[in-house]
């Protein structure tokens, strides 16, 4: 036994002889260069994006079955119940239920015909892992040996792990299982559970799924906090967890307190469900499993490359209306030679990234179905309408799939109107 900790520790803190990706340019252009231009309007927003891309983009290079992968973030406070609903929602105790939040790690789940356990340590290493060294990783690998020494985590010596899992049900939809969060002031505050740490792993995600104890009885402020601060486009569900500890009544009650304190923040989510892991078919796991199958069988887009041509699109556009050419070449020259790095990294685990001539940012769809309509000469039929209001616009759900919440009003708006006519 002690040999095999000794192992597990050598494997951890091991330094790769060769990365397999060099971030260290792409990292000084977004860190250095990038934030030289930050008198280009609505700079924080644009960076933020990017960084939130690039964060994406790295553990796919890292983790190669991320790739083509659409993300469902598990977040809340520590103790709200995400890693045991993760473990009885998708029938397989891979993960540990009582993680101390000093060593608990981000962990992504994804399905392979065979279990496969790989992390990224702090050095940005790929090491292969069995399944038990999971729960050493988590509670500390001292107590298990055969002399008991003081109990030694390793948690803090990884990024993140990826475990590869027959039993996950969804192949198009890799679950992240966030660290949780608390305050500074906490007993069990680090770099891992600060708030900051959390909002960029669900920034980073393609829907989020929040957890709520029913125990607590009501959303605190502090996650109301933490849920506004979130890109208003990601698909938000919350999960109002260990609900066989309330009755039926107090859970109904609950559930109408937590939209009425969403409402209030002008937070759009989808919406408030109950789930038990003691009961996994119970309460609203129907529902639950509805949206990830949905979630599931959506194509999955990727938005870095637009992000980025956004950001240099703005910046651009900006240094030439103001007459200041040098700024606007040298922005021009960063953005071939940014593409460039990207397109060095993705080419080395065959990842295909767009190219800045190939991006098309549609600034009015309207016109775009308009003119589509005139040249087919369409006549849209009224019945058109009722079928739309049925299959998109019953739920929160569609309004909140693609694009950002500007670009989906459009959307809307252009669908309603030109639905309102018979002919064009």
Not at 15 to 40: G, V
Not at 245 to 261: A, D, F, G, M
Not at 403 to 423: A, D, P, R, W
Request: proline share 3%; aromatic share 10%.
């Amino acid at each position: 036994m002690p040999y095999d900790n000794l192992k597990l520790l050598t494997q951890i803190i091991a330094k790769p002889n060769e990365k397999k990706a060099n971030f260290d340019k792409l990292d000084e252009m977004i860190r250095t260069q990038i934030p030289l231009y930050n008198d280009i309007p609505d700079f924080e927003a644009l960076y933020s994006d990017l960084m939130i891309g690039s964060d994406k983009f790295k553990h796919c290079i890292l983790y190669e079955d991320l790739i083509g992968k659409n993300i469902v973030a598990l977040g809340g406070m520590l103790s709200s119940g995400k890693t045991s609903f993760l473990n009885t929602f998708n029938s397989d105790q891979i993960l540990a239920d009582d993680i101390d939040p000093e060593t608990s790690v981000p962990t992504y789940i994804v399905y392979k015909d065979k279990h496969k356990v790989s992390a990224v340590n702090i050095f940005e290493n790929v090491i292969e892992l069995e399944t038990q060294d999971v729960i050493k990783i988590s509670h500390g690998i001292g107590e298990m040996a055969e002399h008991m020494v003081p109990n030694v985590t390793l948690g803090h010596m990884l990024e993140s792990v990826l475990i590869q899992s027959p039993n996950h049900n969804y192949i198009h939809t890799a679950f992240l299982d966030t660290t949780g969060y608390v305050k500074p002031y906490s007993s069990y505050y680090t770099a891992k559970t600060d708030e900051l740490f959390l909002r960029s792993q669900l920034n980073s995600s393609d829907f989020v799924l929040w957890f709520v104890s029913a125990e607590a009885e009501l959303i605190t402020q502090s996650d109301l906090d933490v849920i506004k601060s979130l890109r208003s486009q990601i698909p938000l569900l919350i999960i109002v967890n260990k609900a066989d500890t309330k009755s039926n009544e107090q859970l109904v009650e609950i559930c109408e307190n937590i939209k009425l304190s969403l409402d209030s923040k002008g937070i759009n989510y989808i919406d408030v469900l109950t789930f038990s892991s003691l009961k996994p078919k119970a309460y609203d796991s129907n529902k639950i499993r509805h949206y990830m199958d949905r979630w599931d069988n959506r194509i999955y887009l990727s938005d870095f490359a637009k992000h980025l041509k956004v950001l240099f699109k703005a910046g651009c556009d900006f240094y030439s209306d103001n007459l200041d050419e040098s700024s606007a070449k040298e922005l021009k020259s960063l953005q071939n030679e940014f593409f460039t790095e990207i397109n060095k990294i993705a080419d080395s685990v065959g990842l295909y990234v767009t190219k800045p001539d190939q991006i098309d940012l549609i600034q009015n769809p309207f016109l775009v179905v308009s003119k589509y309509k005139q040249n087919k000469k369409i006549r849209t039929n009224p019945k058109i309408a009722d079928l739309l209001a049925q299959e998109l616009f019953d739920t929160k759900q569609w309004s909140q799939q693609e694009g950002g919440s500007e670009y989906t009003t459009k959307i809307i708006s252009m669908i309603n109107e030109l639905t309102s006519c018979e002919e064009y």
